[in-house]
């Protein structure tokens, strides 16, 4: 990290940023790129900026998408507790036929995982687990087209997270099975259900949270018991229709059935 590009980047600058990214949340709108510097813009400010967003917005964290960095890269998002959807049905407040969303487990957090000096291992995660539930990522961004912006643009406005279906709490799943393969069937009226050999992208469902648990509690913050954490797709992104039941088959481990609604035109 550039030491001297976060001190040359002023804090109205990232202020700024975060409001422009609250403004195009709360009107559905979309920003060709973030008010800044790109040359001035690190991980570190993106994730500064993404972390103001929530409090501008006056957000509560009610879990978080992360997977392991990778290089120049932090995969690292809140995602915001009126953001997540426990119910059949995920309102998207916008006109589309289809909606993208990544089939992906959700771990829940049962104690509070506090920021410390110590590191978090992986048997202080698996303890903290109290659940696991299906779950669907729903993507979106606020930009007009996400491949002109750089991944620090991306990474401030949460890495392409619009929300989270969370389904039932999967069957004979526990922290201590979390599975690298798994199955995924999207099936939907009228058409062939369409399967996939599905497998988590870090080979490894819990090495993600250890990394998070770490990344965050170096800044200060906590991971809360009820939070949900989700570490990465089992089945890619896929494009699904709106305005009709789908139903997402996960293995052995259940069903997640979710309507998407519109808005109409």
């Known amino acids: 990290m550039d030491q001297s590009a976060v001190a040359d980047m002023p ?24 008010p800044c510097d790109d040359g001035l813009l690190n991980l570190e400010q993106g994730f500064q900026i993404q972390q103001q967003v929530g409090v501008l917005a006056g957000k509560q964290v009610g879990g978080w998408k992360c997977a392991l960095p990778k290089p120049g890269k932090w995969i690292v998002a809140p995602i915001y507790a009126d953001d997540i959807v426990r119910s059949h049905q995920y309102p998207l407040n916008v006109t589309t036929a289809t909606v993208r969303i990544e089939p992906e487990l959700a771990c829940v ?97 819990v090495s993600p949270i250890v990394w998070l648990a770490n990344f965050l509690s170096a800044r200060g913050i906590d991971l809360q018991a009820g939070q949900v954490v989700i570490t990465g797709s089992y089945a890619g992104v896929l494009q699904v229709p709106t305005q009709q039941p789908l139903d997402i088959q996960f293995g052995e481990a259940g069903s997640l059935p979710v309507f998407f609604s519109t808005l109409e035109e």
């Open 109 to 205: 957090l049962g104690a509070d995982l506090p920021a410390r000096s110590a590191p978090y291992t992986a048997e202080d995660i698996l303890r903290s687990i109290s659940e696991v539930r299906l779950a669907l990522e729903v993507i979106d961004c606020r930009y007009t087209d996400p491949h002109k912006v750089t991944f620090e643009q991306l990474l401030a406005d949460g890495l392409f997270n619009h929300g989270l279906v969370l389904g039932p709490q999967a069957i004979s799943l526990s922290s201590s099975n979390l599975p690298v393969s798994l199955d995924v069937t999207l099936s939907h009226p009228g058409v062939e259900p369409l399967r996939i050999a599905g497998a988590h992208p870090d080979h490894d469902p």
């Open 11 to 34: 804090e109205a600058s990232i202020a700024h940023a975060a409001a422009e990214l609250v403004r195009a949340r709360q009107t559905n709108s979309r920003l060709d790129a973030l």
